[in-house]
């Protein structure tokens, strides 16, 4: 087995996203737990509107996001939804050891470079890290088994 | 509208990726191209085993990965199943802003921190930057549209 990999990597945000939701307790328990789920935009930073292009006919797209925030990144959690602690990585808690978010978002529309979208569940100005066309060949499985989800209480 | 975020964020890899693909021209097109898509393993870094804690019950887990190499960031590319370029964030290419990849695999198997999965298209030796559990209700939209993807050539 090869030696764990120790050096970081750097990323710079390509944009924000502009949500309801003020604060941690504002935010919903994911991004189609309210309904409707509300309009969010995703605006791009200045110089990067010519990555949209051809974006339109997206009906999904999945954004990835800094999950910011001084919380301590732990191994275990305990999640709502759970009677304990679970590892981290069966989970979608935001202390995650690299504190990556991802929404998979219905694209409403689009003005130059900002998007309209909805589904999203994370505070106001959070930062933006890259947009994804979601292609269901590759990203959809309805099927997919639920784990510790699905365990009796 | 808010100024363009300026400063970067930094991670640490937590892990790296194994695949049969040692080079470029070796990767398929996508992590379901070949048929049966090869048994890959996900090596955890030492000291994160314990993150894993409650993973097995899961059929499909979503890797993010870093998609190294030197090739430049672009805005504009031309995939190969496109006859004219596109913005990158209309498409999967790893030559974006922040090179993030993403693939749902399927959980083969787990002995203590590597996992058994399959559907990856990644170099061998990529570094892992998260795993997430894959949940259906918010992670699969089967009847999504595909945009350029299904336009006319």
Known sequence: MSPPPVRCVSLTPIGVLRTPFATLADCPRNGRALNPPPLCHVELAEGM????ESIE??????????????????????PRSS???RGVFATRSPRRP???????VTLEGRQGRVLAVRNLD???GTLLLDIKPYIARTDAEPAAGRGWLDAPP
């Open 122 to 124: 994370c505070l106001d």
């Open 83 to 85: 009677d304990r602690s």
């Open 57 to 78: 006919g997206f009906s999904h797209l999945i954004l990835l996001y800094w999950l910011g925030g001084d919380f301590p990144r732990l191994l275990r959690v305990t």
């Open 49 to 52: 509107e010519e990555g949209l």
């Open 98 to 104: 690299n504190p990556i978010g991802l929404s998979v």
